[in-house]
């Protein structure tokens, strides 16, 4: 027994418990065929001509390819409020448009 009463084993079970309940407990993120579709259509209607056709500008528009993984929320931001020169775009794009491009750009050029 450990000093506050608990076993190893429950020590365990109450830590792999906590990992699954946990908010920051890595979720099946995969996006769906159809989403990236979506967000293919949107980004080349919408982003291509600044960002370009795969997601990398020459002329300095930032290189999608490399978005963190880990930042959807400031994708989400960064597309609805604009950011630098790149205006704001929460009043073209739907919630679900701009998801669709979050998936878009997770899968890269995969899809």
């Not at 065929?33 to 980004?43: H, L, N, V």
């Not at 080349?44 to 990398?56: D, E, F, K, S, T």
């Not at 978005?67 to 679900?96: C, H, Y």
Request: charge should be neutral; charged fraction near 20%; hydrophobic fraction near 35%.
């Amino acid at each position: 027994m450990t000093a506050i009463g608990f076993g190893k084993t429950t020590l365990a079970a109450c830590a792999l418990a906590y990992a699954a309940s946990s908010p920051t407990q890595a979720q099946d993120t995969t996006p769906s065929a159809e989403q990236i579709k979506k967000g293919s259509a949107t980004y080349a209607q919408n982003c291509a001509p600044c960002h370009g056709p795969r997601m990398l500008d020459p002329q300095g528009a930032f290189d999608l390819r490399t978005f963190p993984r880990d930042e959807k929320d400031r994708f989400i931001t960064s597309v609805a409020k604009g950011k630098n020169q790149m205006p704001p775009w929460a009043g073209l794009l739907s919630p679900e448009d701009i998801e669709s491009l979050w998936s878009y750009v997770l899968a890269g050029e995969k899809q």
